[in-house]
């Protein structure tokens, strides 16, 4: 399969995109009464379980892992594991007695340029990169389907050539039909501008197109924890909801209905000092930057820049994400995104729960992948076709 380049318009160029079918926001699972049984590789804080979670699906972890200890806790405070269920080092697990017992995989495994590219374009090839240990749990358990997530640098890398080793691998070494696309995530719901490589594989020859973008109807001002605009408060209540019907809003407040997937309901809180910027970093911020760094003096942005993992110790307009503010002596100035602003910017609402100190949760978020493109794969997939009865 050729690779797609692009997001946004232009991925609607490719042929690679389905834009011409039901759009994936108003499809329905065929199966959603079946249990999806699944695996992940450098887990994270867990983004492909929480897809699952947000689209109500039934589903199994069998296995999943992580080296950052911090990720376990994170992971274990949210998921239903067990110890023997988890990994710490990917080199070290087998997978082989999952096979035939996991429905999908789903890992980013972090690629390191690979220092020589070999003429076989294959497996050895792949020699001291994660990466070779991902192929090799897909190798072992034979899931139905997978997914692999990466930054776009990788599939561009060294003139494409990186790719083509990781590519042929799957499908000659794995035996998986290969399917690829870059995608953005803020054409699929969420207001940053991220775009990643995600390619999917299937243990099947498969028709597959990638979801059409959708209209983005938020901005990132929407996220944040100090944003109290009557159209999204309820009265007597610390609470606003995104994309929540009148209708249902009751409900979902009385506990007796869950949000939908696109549907977001968050706390209304005031953000502690700690993410107001002095006035001198403010300066240095909105400052006109080095011969070798120029920042950018926009602020309040409508879409927000990637999210990095350092954002905690990072103060530069053209990099990170700031949002102005009025405090109540009607004195302007700029902070920057909370922890949970980021988590929010990611997918995760606010039920996920953070048990991390700021350093770590900044660093979770912006390793993690996506929820809401995440979610847009599964249900262009229908994923419960490759689930289980119970």
């Not at 977001?264 to 011969?291: C, H, I, M, P, R």
């Amino acid at each position: 399969m050729a690779a797609k380049h692009g997001s946004g318009t232009e991925q609607n160029c490719q042929s690679n995109i389905d834009i011409d079918g039901l759009s994936w926001v108003y499809r329905q699972f065929s199966h959603p009464e079946r249990t999806i049984r699944l695996g992940s590789l450098f887990s994270g804080i867990g983004a492909i379980e929480y897809a699952f979670k947000r689209l109500g699906l039934k589903h199994k972890i069998a296995f999943a892992g992580d080296i950052d200890k911090k990720c376990k806790e994170t992971y274990f405070a949210n998921y239903e594991i067990e110890d023997n269920q988890w990994h710490t080092d990917v080199c070290e697990f087998n997978a082989r007695p999952h096979k035939g017992k996991v429905d999908i995989v789903v890992g980013g495994a972090p690629c390191q340029a690979f220092s020589t590219v070999g003429a076989q374009l294959g497996f050895e090839d792949t020699r001291g990169t994660l990466f070779r240990e991902f192929a090799r749990v897909i190798k072992e358990c034979q899931p139905k389907l997978f997914i692999f997530e990466n930054v776009q640098g990788l599939f561009r890398h060294d003139g494409g050539r990186t790719w083509d080793v990781i590519r042929h691998t799957f499908e000659n070494y794995c035996g998986y039909d290969i399917h690829f696309q870059l995608l953005n995530a803020r054409d699929y719901g969420i207001p940053q501008t991220r775009e990643r490589l995600f390619c999917i594989g299937f243990k099947k020859p498969t028709e597959f197109k990638y979801p059409a973008p959708i209209p983005l109807s938020y901005r990132m001002y929407d996220f944040m924890e100090d944003y109290k605009s009557k159209p999204f408060t309820v009265e007597g209540e610390a609470i606003k909801m995104l994309g929540v019907s009148e209708d249902r809003r009751e409900g979902i407040l009385s506990g007796d209905l869950q949000p939908e997937f696109n549907e977001f309901v968050f706390q209304l809180s005031d953000v502690e000092d700690k993410y107001y910027l002095s006035e001198k970093v403010a300066k240095y911020v909105l400052a006109g930057g080095t011969k070798t760094f120029k920042t950018s003096t926009k602020t309040d942005l409508d879409v927000a820049r990637p999210l990095l993992q350092s954002m905690h110790k990072m103060h530069r307009a053209g990099v990170d994400n700031y949002v102005s503010y009025n405090k109540s002596k009607g004195i302007n100035g700029l902070r920057k995104l909370t922890p949970r602003e980021c988590f929010r910017l990611m997918g995760f609402r606010d039920d996920f729960k953070i048990v991390v100190a700021n350093t770590s949760a900044y660093q979770q978020a912006g390793n993690s992948i996506v929820v809401d493109v995440l979610i847009a794969l599964l249900k262009q997939l229908d994923i419960t076709k490759y689930g289980i009865s119970e």
